[in-house]
């Protein structure tokens, strides 16, 4: 199991009481820099929902840029903001952070690698 590196912006996308907050690091709300990415974790049948992850966008051979985030594309070549969740924190009143990541392989019946 691991983790891809794009080059964006770490999100932590909090869904409750029908509001979207997406927050950055250091705390800010971009839920109206990246409206499209709030409207679609709003749109999720879960009322209460929290999701780590990054919203990066890629260029035309997609390769993620970093200063689009702020800027924009310089082009037409590019995809939207796109979020990429690594993990589910929490789902209605169930808080998941303390629990184990299970072992895929051997969930699905294969056997470990090392």
């Not at 869904?15 to 990246?34: E, P, T, Y």
Request: charged residues 30%.
């Amino acid at each position: 199991m691991y983790e891809e590196k794009y080059d964006g912006w770490r999100i932590l996308a909090c869904k409750a009481d029908g509001k979207v907050n997406l927050l950055s690091r250091n705390g800010r709300d971009h839920a109206r820099r990246f409206g499209e990415v709030a409207r679609v974790i709003g749109a999720l049948p879960e009322p209460t929902l929290i999701l780590d992850g990054e919203v990066a966008i890629f260029d035309e051979h997609l390769i993620s840029r970093f200063e689009w985030l702020r800027h924009g594309a310089r082009d037409s070549l590019s995809t939207p903001p796109i979020y990429m969740a690594f993990d589910i924190l929490q789902v209605g009143n169930q808080d998941l952070r303390q629990e184990p990541l299970p072992d895929t392989e051997e969930g699905a019946g294969g056997s470990s690698r090392p």
